[in-house]
């Protein structure tokens, strides 16, 4: 629970530091992004670190999506 709200206070000083800048010059695309990547980046340390779960490797659904395509291409090439 300890590093739960140490991740959230982390995350809160960063939007505290980056986003009155943005607000100023009106980057509306800016913000979007920087919000989206900070949500990102939170929920995975919190699911990492907080509750201490494995987080899946981004390798493995690109080896399940892909892998059956490769296996047809080397079938059809012998």
Request: aromatic residues 12%.
């Given at each position: ?33 920087f919000s ?21 490797n981004p ?6 999506i892909f ?12």
């Amino acid at each position: 629970m300890i590093k739960t709200i140490g991740i959230l206070l982390i995350a809160a000083v960063i939007v505290w530091m980056e986003v009155p800048p943005l607000l100023e010059k009106q980057y509306k695309k800016e913000l979007l992004v920087f919000s989206i990547l900070l949500a990102i980046g939170v929920g995975l340390s919190i699911t990492l670190f907080g509750f201490e779960r494995p987080i899946p490797n981004p390798f493995d659904l690109l080896t399940f999506i892909f892998k059956p395509l490769n296996d047809f291409i080397s079938h059809l090439l012998k």
